[in-house]
């Protein structure tokens, strides 16, 4: 199976992301998560795409990755609850551990 070149699959998200918004100025949420959902899926979809690459996306769909970052720091409260409720369960030898790792990142910050 031949695999696409670099430019072959940047031209193809262009084209797709161009193709979904053509007549869109002001563009909303809804319209914007459509178009960011047909890029990484034709890409996805493409029997040529030997090994899917995560980088690539982010980087050659338009707004993909600003996206990706929103979603993120959004999705950063969840995982500070998730932590906080799970703390309780854990020995105080397992609370020394987490509490040096965070000083050590802290440290490195």
Request: cysteine-free.
């Amino acid at each position: 199976m031949a695999r696409k070149s670099s430019q072959d699959k940047e031209e193809m998200v262009k084209i797709t992301s161009d193709q979904i918004v053509a007549d869109e100025k002001p563009e909303d949420e809804i319209s914007k998560l459509n178009r960011l959902l047909a890029a990484v899926l034709n890409y996805l979809s493409d029997d040529e795409v030997e090994e899917i690459d995560i980088e690539y996306l982010l980087n050659h769909t338009e707004g993909l990755r600003e996206w990706w970052d929103q979603f993120r720091e959004s999705n950063r409260k969840e995982i500070e609850k998730e932590i906080k409720q799970s703390l309780g369960d854990l020995p105080l030898k397992e609370l020394e551990k987490i509490r040096e790792q965070i000083n050590l990142i802290t440290i490195q910050n």
